[in-house]
């Protein structure tokens, strides 16, 4: 991702709000909720230890309230499960 660190966890908060606020189920790999930065191997322990930078740790707080976010508002998942719970919207066309 282009840019120095605080401008690629800008662009990691964005899109995992976008996410967050886009219809369907939330999948989000493993190291992703504190901005984990090698590829994560199977063999290997999660880099648990980012979280002792102040960066990492206010990411994955952010996930955090994205999550309680998710489960208080009803509208993000109450009919996930439903043809009805998602349309799309063309802003290009009028109603």
């Known amino acids: 991702m ?5 401008q690629r966890f800008a662009n990691l908060r964005a899109l995992f709000t ?3 606020c886009h219809p369907g189920k939330k999948l989000l790999f ?3 909720e504190f901005g984990q930065t090698s590829e994560w191997k199977a063999d290997a322990s999660l880099d648990w230890h ?11 707080a952010f996930v955090t309230r994205l999550n309680a976010l998710y489960c208080a508002q009803p509208a993000l ?3 996930d499960f439903e043809p009805e719970g998602f349309r799309w919207v063309q802003a290009d066309t009028v109603d």
């Open 77 to 79: 998942h109450q009919i």
């Open 50 to 60: 980012l979280l002792q930078y102040p960066i990492h740790a206010r990411l994955q």
């Open 2 to 6: 282009p840019g120095d660190e605080g």
């Open 30 to 32: 493993m190291g992703g």
């Open 18 to 20: 976008w996410m967050w």
